[in-house]
Structure formats: structure tokens, C-alpha cells
């Protein structure tokens, strides 16, 4: 009896704590083996992420009352092929980190998180943008546009605001300081917006994304300002769905041109436990005869609701003598080789 006593007052302390907040542990796990290939180079390789970034988190909500409620996510990436971190094998909460409110009136969050672009983007995407095999990564390319920002799908420092969820038409803000030196021409900072309408089976959005960049050292010089746009849609037809993506990325510079991409993309649920995916996007750079023209045919099979076998083949074609990378394939500079990836591959959730 004296022995139970305390294993009694630990089950009351425990559960006192799952009444008022819950925590909970979630990932991917997503490892593949594939040939990939440039120009006349070839090679082997088992790698990480071709269904979806293998990941472990933590997630938390705790009910406050009067509708609101406080939350918070901590995300790692991992690289499931050798055990360590991502990105640069470093393990650290760099996927997401935030601390949010979360009410009648929508959300409100701080830390490191997704762009509001990156999210509305990745909706009209067959295969998800931050995925190995998406044709949308051209969406970050900027050959040919020297001094130009890789479009990023997160931000540090973060402050965004999302109105509730589940009424259709929605908006999404946030602002990331750049927390710099050079304060006063705000070098570093990154803001991003969208607004559209999300109830199904219709979704279309328009996002926006401008980060500015620049020297800390004197003399302070005017920041370069890398500006991003998209136009997205995607139809939910049951068994079949579409998807569709207008972007053009620019830098304030009359010297570069600006960067046009078109997606688009179908799946086809073939049966309840498999699904056909094919997408297709086009890059062209003003003023320039540099372009790229990329696709990706999948298929999935799942196995459970939590694991699945899927095959994928990315092909990119580098036009003008290009030399943009996708899947992580090297190119020889202003070479115009072409880069295909084929690949099977097996993604367990938890």
C-alpha cells in the first residue's frame, strides 16, 4: 500500500497536466535509392526526403479558455540516409520553432516558421515544394539573375498573424527584422502576405515575398530587394485533382531581368491506396535565352495510413546553357546539361 501511494500521486500529477495541455511527438521518416544524372555523369545514391523532409517535432496546446488557446511547434530536420541533422548535419529546431496564441480572432506567432508565400505555393503543388522531386524548387533557381535571393520558405524572427481557419476566404501576414547593424536600411528583413480563398474543392491564392539584403559595413549602401509573386489554384475532383502556379520573381536592379515560372500539375487516385502524380514547370528569364523546363511523374502506394512505397523520375532540362540544379544533381557552370533523377523510395509517419 505504501508503495502504491506515490505511484498514485504521479498518475494524478500526470493526468492533472494532460487536462490542461497536450504535447505530442511527430516526424517522417522518408529514405530513397535512386541514379542520378548530368551530361555524361552518373552516380548512385540512397537519400533523404523524396516523399516528404524526413523530420522529427514536438507540438504542444494547452486550452486557456474563452475560445483561446496557446501553442507551440519545435521542428528538426533529419537526414534519414546517415542519422544527421539537416541542414549542414547539424540537428537543431531550424524546420520550425514558435510560441503562438491562438483565438476567435485567428493566430497570432513568433519565431521560425513558414513564409505565408511558401504555404500558398505549396497548396497548388502536386508534389509539395520542399520535397526533393517538386518541379516548383525552380520557383528558388537564379541563374541568371546575379544578385538575386533564393526564394526561402521559412524565416527567423518571425511575427505572423493568420485569420481562422475553415471560413474560405482567408489572409496571411508576417514580417521577419532582419536584426542587422544596418538598421536604418532594414538589410536582412523579409516580409510575406497572401490572401485567397481555401474551401474545398476550390483553392486559389495570391502571395507575396520581398527580402532585402546588403552590406553592414560602411559606408551603408541601399539594400538589394529580391521580390517574389505568385498566382496559385488547385480543384479537389474526388478522385482527380489540378493544380496550377503563375510566379515571377524580380530583383530592383534594371540590369537583371525578371525570372517567370508557370506550373502544372494532376493526380489521380487510381485506386484507394495508390495515387498517380505528374508536374511540369517552365523558368524564363527576361531578356536572356537562359531557361529551364522541368518534370516529375510519381506514384505512391500506401501501405497503412502512416507508410507508403512510391517511385519517382525528375527530368530538367537546362536551355541557353543554363546550368541550374535540381534534387541536389551538380551541373557544370554554363554548361546547358540536362539532369534526371529516378528513384524508389519508402515514407513511414509517426
Same mark, same amino acid.
Given at each position: 500500500?505504501?508503495?502504491?501511494?506515490?505511484? &498514485?500521486?504521479? *498518475?494524478?500529477?500526470?493526468?492533472?497536466?494532460?487536462?490542461?495541455?497536450?504535447?505530442?511527438?511527430f516526424?517522417?521518416?522518408?529514405?530513397? !535509392?535512386?541514379?542520378?544524372?548530368?551530361?555524361?555523369?552518373?552516380?548512385?545514391?540512397?537519400?533523404?526526403?523524396?516523399?516528404?523532409?524526413?523530420?522529427?517535432?514536438?507540438?504542444?496546446?494547452?486550452? &486557456?479558455?474563452?475560445?483561446?488557446?496557446?501553442?507551440? !511547434?519545435?521542428?528538426?530536420?533529419?537526414?534519414?540516409d546517415?542519422?544527421?541533422?539537416?541542414?549542414?548535419?547539424?540537428?537543431?529546431?531550424?524546420?520550425?520553432?514558435?510560441?503562438?496564441?491562438?483565438?476567435?480572432?485567428?493566430?497570432?506567432?513568433?519565431?521560425?516558421?513558414?513564409?505565408?508565400?511558401?504555404?500558398?505555393?505549396?497548396?497548388?503543388?502536386?508534389?509539395?515544394?520542399?520535397?526533393?522531386?517538386?518541379?516548383m524548387?525552380l520557383?528558388?533557381?537564379?541563374?541568371?539573375?546575379?544578385?538575386?535571393?533564393?526564394?526561402?520558405?521559412?524565416?527567423?524572427?518571425?511575427?505572423?498573424?493568420?485569420?481562422?481557419?475553415?471560413?474560405?476566404?482567408?489572409?496571411?501576414?508576417?514580417?521577419?527584422?532582419?536584426?542587422?547593424?544596418?538598421?536604418?536600411?532594414?538589410?536582412? =528583413?523579409?516580409?510575406?502576405?497572401?490572401?485567397?480563398?481555401a474551401?474545398?474543392p476550390?483553392?486559389?491564392?495570391?502571395?507575396?515575398?520581398?527580402?532585402?539584403?546588403?552590406?553592414?559595413?560602411?559606408?551603408?549602401?541601399?539594400?538589394?530587394?529580391?521580390?517574389y509573386?505568385?498566382?496559385?489554384?488547385?480543384?479537389?475532383?474526388? !478522385? *482527380?485533382?489540378?493544380?496550377?502556379?503563375?510566379?515571377?520573381?524580380?530583383?530592383?536592379?534594371?540590369?537583371?531581368? =525578371?525570372a517567370?515560372?508557370?506550373?502544372?500539375?494532376?493526380? *489521380?487516385?487510381?485506386?484507394?491506396?495508390?495515387?498517380?502524380?505528374l508536374?511540369?514547370?517552365?523558368?524564363?528569364?527576361?531578356?536572356? =535565352?537562359?531557361?529551364?523546363?522541368?518534370?516529375?511523374?510519381?506514384?505512391?502506394?500506401?501501405?497503412?495510413?502512416?507508410?507508403?512505397?512510391?517511385?519517382?523520375?525528375?527530368?530538367l =532540362?537546362?536551355?541557353?546553357?543554363?546550368?541550374?540544379? &535540381?534534387?541536389?544533381?551538380?551541373?557544370?557552370?554554363?554548361?546547358?546539361?540536362?539532369?534526371?533523377?529516378?528513384?524508389?523510395g519508402?515514407?513511414?509517419?509517426?
Amino acid at each position: 500500500m505504501k508503495k502504491s501511494i506515490p505511484a &498514485l500521486a504521479a *498518475w494524478a500529477v500526470c493526468a492533472c497536466a494532460s487536462a490542461q495541455s497536450n504535447v505530442s511527438i511527430f516526424g517522417t521518416i522518408d529514405t530513397y !535509392v535512386g541514379r542520378a544524372k548530368s551530361g555524361s555523369n552518373s552516380t548512385m545514391r540512397v537519400d533523404s526526403g523524396g516523399n516528404a523532409a524526413s523530420r522529427i517535432g514536438f507540438r504542444g496546446k494547452e486550452d &486557456l479558455g474563452g475560445g483561446l488557446s496557446a501553442r507551440f !511547434v519545435l521542428e528538426a530536420g533529419l537526414e534519414s540516409d546517415t542519422g544527421t541533422g539537416n541542414p549542414a548535419s547539424t540537428f537543431a529546431f531550424t524546420r520550425q520553432s514558435y510560441v503562438g496564441l491562438v483565438g476567435p480572432w485567428g493566430a497570432l506567432d513568433m519565431g521560425r516558421m513558414y513564409t505565408p508565400m511558401f504555404q500558398a505555393v505549396t497548396r497548388a503543388d502536386a508534389f509539395g515544394l520542399n520535397t526533393v522531386f517538386s518541379p516548383m524548387n525552380l520557383a528558388a533557381v537564379v541563374d541568371a539573375q546575379p544578385g538575386m535571393r533564393s526564394f526561402v520558405p521559412r524565416a527567423s524572427n518571425m511575427l505572423r498573424y493568420r485569420t481562422p481557419v475553415g471560413t474560405g476566404l482567408y489572409t496571411d501576414l508576417a514580417y521577419a527584422p532582419g536584426e542587422a547593424a544596418t538598421l536604418s536600411k532594414k538589410s536582412g =528583413d523579409l516580409y510575406s502576405a497572401s490572401v485567397g480563398w481555401a474551401l474545398n474543392p476550390l483553392y486559389v491564392a495570391y502571395a507575396f515575398q520581398r527580402a532585402r539584403s546588403g552590406s553592414a559595413t560602411a559606408p551603408v549602401a541601399e539594400p538589394t530587394k529580391s521580390t517574389y509573386q505568385s498566382l496559385s489554384a488547385a480543384y479537389n475532383g474526388g !478522385v *482527380w485533382q489540378v493544380f496550377a502556379t503563375v510566379a515571377r520573381n524580380g530583383l530592383n536592379k534594371t540590369s537583371v531581368g =525578371d525570372a517567370r515560372i508557370f506550373s502544372l500539375g494532376a493526380t *489521380w487516385n487510381v485506386t484507394t491506396q495508390s495515387r498517380l502524380a505528374l508536374e511540369g514547370a517552365h523558368r524564363k528569364v527576361s531578356g536572356s =535565352d537562359r531557361s529551364q523546363l522541368a518534370w516529375t511523374l510519381g506514384y505512391d502506394y500506401a501501405l497503412s495510413k502512416r507508410t507508403a512505397l512510391y517511385g519517382r523520375w525528375l527530368h530538367l =532540362d537546362n536551355r541557353g546553357g543554363s546550368s541550374a540544379s &535540381l534534387a541536389q544533381i551538380p551541373v557544370d557552370i554554363n554548361s546547358g546539361d540536362s539532369a534526371s533523377l529516378i528513384a524508389v523510395g519508402m515514407r513511414h509517419n509517426f
